[in-house]
């Protein structure tokens, strides 16, 4: 560091020190969701991702986002994550850093800033870049906001507080910002215009289709989701009609207490609040507002979820529909992860003929397979998910628009897909942006929920936890398809697999605990269960189980 600058950043480690000291001796790792824990333990976290935040930006020499918020985890939780200069997730390589620099003595803040510095040779220390900050609705959020402001400050970086806001809108103002504006302008209210406007175009004067009605159950989990829902209704001017539920005054007001996207995939069942009639279509978003779920109640009030894959084959097969009829040669492309339901992958290979690839669990790998395409889609099976656009893509369209020489209805075609660009959030998966895009594609259809189901019916699957005493002696490969270690497991749930009709099942550790994930999906749900409790009992004998071994039903 030059010798001016030592001055100030004296001050940074003093102002650490006294007002933000390292309360918690126990380690905070930095994962795919950053950081996440009991919110009185954040103070001195949300402090140094503030220092981070304003070093991340100097070396990109862009704007960098900060979202504090713990999406599904209960309301005494939070937590943050950075957000990089085109809206993705924080670079990996960083995530180290942003571990270090949380877990790091006071005393030694100092040496490991230098390193970070010394590391990606930072020099214009005396730059004030943007640092875009927002928070969910948890009462925690605008006391640990403060804290990343003082850290923002400190290190001389130029904080923006936008206040409440769902995760997807800041990574959306900070793609705004970074390319000047070419994505939308960086506020609420450009936000909700951008996302309105084209989902009216594409809508048109005849707001009912078909077995389409334009009504949509809307379950808030009484975040941040339920609070913006109500400014984009009024943009929407009735093109679409969104009941609100679970909004803190309808519902049990407790931040994703048994409400939330969460809960219903998890549970199977309907949110609290929700009127439990027949085939009425519901949705529910989790607290930060990232990811969703769609769900209904038949005549004989069984309940139905269609989750991420669901609305995955829904957008692939009607974004290949259209893009045919631009008759633009464009390479569409689906992503998914292991846990994706087998016959959602059979579907969209063999009905929808879209290419599908598989990858490991994670958003960023998801995200980052999706880039390869001109389009593609990807969500995971909990609703988070989305489309990218290349820009190349992008501008094929628009310059196949200009010409004189398409047909009406190629250029009806190409029309539509641009604004249906603008209704997605490219830069994550989006909540409201997705159920935007869903209605979109029902209207077009003339769908009603129980037509857009009836594409395929899903295989039955479970999901089971084994304690392990030490997770890392489970290795994979293959999009964790295939376990590497411990020898001779792969080969046992091989053999196991085999007994069971369109059976399969593979095993993973978690990334945060001692346990090791079984998934497992059969024809049949007596299958199904038998499968994952074989399973997971060989993972306990082979992988270092702890307690009870898993029961194996009759």
Not at 2 to 28: C, G, H, Q, W
Not at 32 to 51: C, E, I, K, N, P
Not at 181 to 188: I, K, L
Not at 193 to 205: E, N, Y
Request: hydrophobic share 35%.
């Amino acid at each position: 560091m030059a010798n001016n600058n030592k001055l100030r950043y004296r001050t940074v480690y003093a102002f650490a020190r006294e007002m933000y000291p390292k309360t918690v001796k126990s380690d905070i790792s930095y994962g795919t969701a950053g950081f996440r824990t009991r919110a009185t333990d954040l103070s001195y976290v949300m402090y140094r991702m503030g220092l981070l935040a304003v070093l991340r930006a100097r070396y990109k020499n862009a704007a960098i986002g900060v979202m504090i918020t713990a999406s599904h985890n209960p309301e005494p939780d939070n937590g943050v994550k950075l957000v990089d200069p085109m809206g993705e997730m924080l670079e990996q390589s960083w995530e180290k850093w942003a571990t270090k620099l949380a877990n790091v003595t006071d005393d030694k803040l100092e040496n490991v800033m230098n390193d970070i510095i010394n590391e990606y040779k930072i020099e214009n220390m005396n730059d004030r870049p943007e640092v875009l900050i927002g928070k969910d609705t948890r009462p925690s959020s605008p006391s640990l906001a403060k804290a990343v402001v003082d850290g923002v400050l400190a290190l001389g970086g130029k904080p923006i507080d936008y206040g409440i806001v769902t995760t997807p809108q800041l990574h959306y103002f900070v793609v705004c910002k970074n390319t000047h504006r070419a994505y939308g302008q960086p506020t609420e209210e450009g936000y909700y215009k951008k996302l309105t406007g084209a989902f009216k175009k594409v809508r048109g004067q005849n707001f009912n289709n078909g077995n389409y009605t334009n009504r949509v159950l809307y379950d808030g989990a009484n975040g941040v989701g339920a609070k913006k829902v109500k400014y984009l209704r009024e943009g929407l001017e009735g093109s679409l009609l969104v009941d609100m539920y679970n909004d803190e005054i309808i519902g049990s007001g407790k931040l994703n207490y048994l409400c939330g996207a969460d809960f219903v995939k998890s549970q199977q069942k309907f949110p609290t609040g929700l009127p439990q009639d027949p085939n009425l279509r519901c949705c529910s978003v989790d607290g930060d507002a990232d990811r969703i779920v769609y769900y209904y109640l038949d005549e004989d009030k069984k309940f139905h979820l269609l989750d991420g894959d669901r609305i995955a084959t829904l957008i692939a097969g009607y974004l290949k529909e259209v893009l045919e009829k631009t008759s633009i040669d464009l390479n569409l492309g689906l992503v998914q992860t292991a846990y994706a339901n087998g016959a959602s992958t059979d579907y969209i290979t063999n009905e929808l003929k879209v290419p599908v690839a598989c990858v490991s669990t994670g958003v960023k790998h998801l995200h980052h397979k999706a880039l390869e395409y001109d389009i593609g889609v990807y969500f995971e099976a909990n609703g988070h998910g989305t489309v990218v656009f290349k820009d190349s893509a992008k501008k094929r369209l628009k310059d196949a628009l200009q010409t004189n020489n398409l047909s009406d209805e190629q250029k009806e075609a190409t029309d539509k897909l641009l604004n249906i660009i603008d209704i997605i959030n490219e830069a994550v998966g989006d909540a409201i942006s997705d159920m935007l895009l869903v209605e979109t594609i029902l209207h077009s259809r003339g769908w009603s929920i129980k037509e857009w189901e009836s594409a395929y019916a899903d295989l039955p699957n479970k999901l089971l936890k084994v304690t392990v005493e030490n997770r890392a002696v489970i290795t994979t490969t293959d999009a964790e398809r295939k376990c590497l270690t411990p020898d001779g497991l792969q080969r046992e749930i091989d053999s196991i697999v085999s007994k069971y009709p369109k059976g399969r099942s593979f095993v993973r550790p978690s990334g945060t605990e001692d346990v090791v994930r079984v998934y497992a999906e059969a024809s049949t749900k007596q299958d199904c269960d038998r499968l994952a409790a074989e399973v997971a009992r060989k993972v306990f004998e082979l992988a270092g189980g702890t307690g009870t071994p898993p029961e194996i039903p009759q």
